[in-house]
């Protein structure tokens, strides 16, 4: 039985008289009536609104009653695509073929349409509301539109109601692979001037009207074509839309086709086919092909960017039936598929996680904001304060020298963000001066919130606490940075520890998105919801974690670098190790990433987890011993997707002092690789994940999800990490149970 309730998107059709084209048939798509905050999107019913409404505009054309069709939306939405909550319910793959076959008839039948067909983009257009657009022989954009894109293979499937076989005669072979390929990966999407640049938009314009204006101009201009230049219809593309809606006798008018079409495939043996195999051929950044690129997903459970690369690399000779059926039939495979489920699941938290409209219920008011310290960290975090919160923010540090660096590293970000177009001149100059430096700790006296970004040792932290308490306020939040070590101890001795949080920033701050949000045992109501509070205006995700060693993300990435680290001070080949968890499809292998953290944090961070949790995380002497060396796990290398492991791992391991009797306490001696590593990694993270749970670490598995996707790169195919720990059988074999019933079992 069905659990799914579609909001169906109503299609409202007037008629305009235009004095350079004549009768138009407007179709205006718009959320249900009452429910106009929520998008316009495409399910069962909405799609049979849509095509029905086209191809009565059709049906309407080749009678002769109107000379053009135009299409819109309604607010900041033409239409944002398929509606993903679907995709939950049981009957989702019968609907998605259907709702195919539906799209696809009407782009075949638009094709032979005697009137040109115009979509208006006021605003978003993803994914099938773009391949609605796509049928369309103009297109015009609003100069503010923001969302243009097909992101369907970061949601593991791919644009099959027409956009694999089309976008390609509309923007190029070059930009139709990235856009298909590439940007959804990067979560890249065109904004109205972007896609006016590549040619996706025609022209841009304010509203229908102008719309309408540049369109009666361009289909002016193929009045005088030659015949032979218009668009040549196939007789597999004839016969397939007269079997479509239409008149009775499945005649077209008496017109023919609009001619100012081109052809939608590229022929065999031609220029644009060898630009399309060149465009597959091209590189993915400096070590590898879009081919090699597509092959290392697939192997990593992603197949949704390679079987779209195959669909491109088909299409030169075919007629556009073939292509569309090939698209229908690769859609359907990857509907069905475990990626699909994952990514699904992980775009719907990736929704519900995102930073709110509304502010968070019980906030303190702030007016302005202090950090203790000005080095790297310290003033990253500084310019993102400013930004988000738009108050005065004082650094402070001892030294002179480095707090004038680090205010001036701060402001440097500023000014990037407005390089980039996300702040004007002006108001880069207001928060730039709102930013300042100093050496005196009364500076501080009167801030609403205090963060302290300062070496990562307890003492320090504890010490830096007390002086700021002697200044502030008795209700001004005291906030830590730290990644691992204690938010309770470091508020022992503290007249009010209930004004205490953990906000855990990670590095560089204004990439990643994810803020730690960690409140102890004694915080209150108010200091929890004001921390809330100040990452939603930073447009961060918060997940909340009671505070424990390592908090969420640290303690998962350090009980897989303790696993693996453990195999190499046992005496497991250094390249071997690092190759083992390729499978994960996380960004980097794990020596890349310890190079990242930096090996002397690393050792840290190690040592303190293995102090506060036990033999379950290793505490390694060869890291250690690296950390003194100063040495690198990897090579640079620009030929290769994985840096090269250095010789100087084998024999610094190898001559670490302790390191048998380390692991033969931690781990029984062994020195497994390969798939024994993988799994015995899986299965300590399930293990680790579980214990989380139990003792409150965090509430629901979907807070670890959210972190490791946001905070570590953990795949989006995957579906996060519990479903992928449900999928490969760890979570049943550590913990004798499912994080999510039998929703992801038998996948992986």
């Known amino acids: 039985m069905s659990s799914y309730t579609e909001h169906v998107t109503r299609v409202l059709a007037e008629d305009r008289e235009h004095p350079g084209l004549g009768t138009v048939a407007v179709l205006t798509f718009a959320p249900p009536e009452g429910e106009e905050r929520r998008p316009a999107t495409l399910g069962p019913r909405s799609i049979d609104a849509v095509t029905g409404a086209i191809g009565a505009a059709l049906d309407r054309a080749e009678a002769g009653e109107i000379q053009a069709i135009a299409m819109t939306g309604t607010g900041r939405v033409f239409l944002a695509g398929a509606d993903l909550s679907m995709f939950a319910d049981p009957t989702a793959v019968a609907n998605v073929e259907r709702m195919t076959r539906a799209a696809h008839d009407l782009q075949v039948r638009v094709r032979t349409s005697a009137v040109p067909v115009l979509a208006h983009l006021n605003g978003v257009a993803l994914g099938g509301g773009l391949e609605v657009a796509l ?217 519900r996680g995102k ?146 949080l953990g906000l855990h920033f990670f590095n560089p701050v204004a990439k990643m998105p994810l803020v730690e949000v960690i409140h102890t045992g004694a915080t209150d109501d108010a200091t929890l919801a004001t921390g809330l509070e100040v990452v939603r205006r930073l447009r961060k995700f918060a997940v909340r974690s009671a505070d424990a060693p390592g908090f969420i993300v640290n303690r998962l990435l350090f009980r897989v670098l303790g696993a693996v680290l453990a195999s190499v001070d046992a005496g497991a080949d250094p390249a071997e190790v690092d190759a083992s968890l390729d499978a994960l499809g996380m960004p980097m292998r794990p020596f890349e990433l310890l190079d990242l953290v930096g090996l002397a944090v690393a050792d840290h961070v190690g040592t303190v987890l293995a102090e506060e949790l036990g033999d379950r995380f290793h505490a390694s002497p060869g890291l250690h011993s690296m950390a003194e060396r100063k040495a690198h796990f990897t090579e640079r290398s620009k030929t290769a997707v994985h840096p090269p492991v250095s010789p100087t791992v084998a024999e610094v391991f190898a001559a670490a002092p302790d390191s048998a009797a380390a692991v033969s306490s931690a781990a029984g001696a062994e020195a497994p690789v390969g798939e024994a590593l993988l799994e015995k990694v899986q299965d300590g993270l399930a293990e680790e994940i579980s214990l989380m749970l139990h003792s409150g670490v965090v509430e629901r598995p979907e807070q670890v999800d959210l972190a490791l996707i946001l905070g570590a790169g953990f795949p989006r195919h995957r579906g996060g990490i519990t479903p992928y720990l449900d999928a490969s059988g760890a979570s049943q074999r550590a913990t004798g149970r499912t994080f999510h019933g039998e929703l992801f079992t038998g996948r992986g």
């Not at 239409?246 to 495939?265: N, Q, Y």
């Not at 302290?452 to 932290?461: G, S, Y």
Request: glycine share 8%.
């Open 135 to 351: 049928m369309a022989d103009v297109r015009t954009a609003a100069p503010a539109v923001r969302g243009l894109g097909l992101p369907e293979t970061s949601l593991g499937i791919l644009p099959g109601w027409g956009g694999t076989t089309l976008l390609q005669s509309v923007v190029g072979a070059e930009i139709a692979v990235r856009m298909i390929l590439e940007d959804p990966a990067r979560d890249r999407q065109l904004n109205a001037e972007q896609a006016l640049e590549v040619g996706l938009v025609d022209e841009l314009a304010e509203d229908l009207d102008e719309a309408l204006d540049e369109f009666a101009a361009l289909v002016a201009a193929h009045v005088d074509l030659d015949p032979a230049d218009a668009d040549v219809v196939d007789p597999a593309l004839a016969e397939s839309a007269s079997a479509g809606p239409g008149p009775a006798d499945g005649t077209a008018s008496a017109g023919g086709a609009w001619g100012g079409r081109t052809p939608p495939l590229p022929a065999a043996d031609t220029p644009e086919a060898e630009a399309l195999l060149d465009a597959l051929d091209a590189a993915h950044g400096t070590a590898e092909t879009r081919r090699t690129w597509a092959a290392r997903l697939e192997a990593q459970g992603a197949p949704a960017v390679g079987r779209a690369l195959e669909l491109l690399q088909q299409l030169p000779g075919s007629t556009l039936p073939e292509a569309l059926a090939r698209e229908a039939a690769a859609l359907a495979e990857l509907v069905r598929s475990d990626g699909a489920a994952a990514s699904m699941y992980t775009a719907e938290l990736l929704r």
């Open 355 to 500: 930073p709110g409209r509304a502010p968070v219920e019980g906030a303190r008011e702030i007016r302005r904001v202090g950090v203790a310290g000005a080095g790297l960290m310290a003033s990253q975090i500084a310019a993102q304060l400013a930004l988000g919160l738009q108050v005065p923010v004082v650094m402070r540090d001892l030294d002179t020298e480095i707090a004038a660096k680090g205010l001036a590293a701060a402001r440097e970000v500023i000014a990037q963000t407005a390089a980039r177009g996300v702040l004007d001149e002006a108001a880069a100059t207001r928060i730039s001066e709102n930013l300042s430096a100093t050496t005196d700790l009364q500076e501080l006296a009167g801030c609403d919130l205090v963060l302290e970004a300062v070496p990562e040792v307890l003492t320090i932290k504890q010490s830096v606490f007390a002086e700021l308490e002697s200044v502030l306020t008795e209700d001004a939040l005291l906030v830590t940075n730290t990644s691992s070590l204690s938010v309770t101890t470091m508020a022992e001795g503290l007249a009010h520890p209930e004004r205490v």
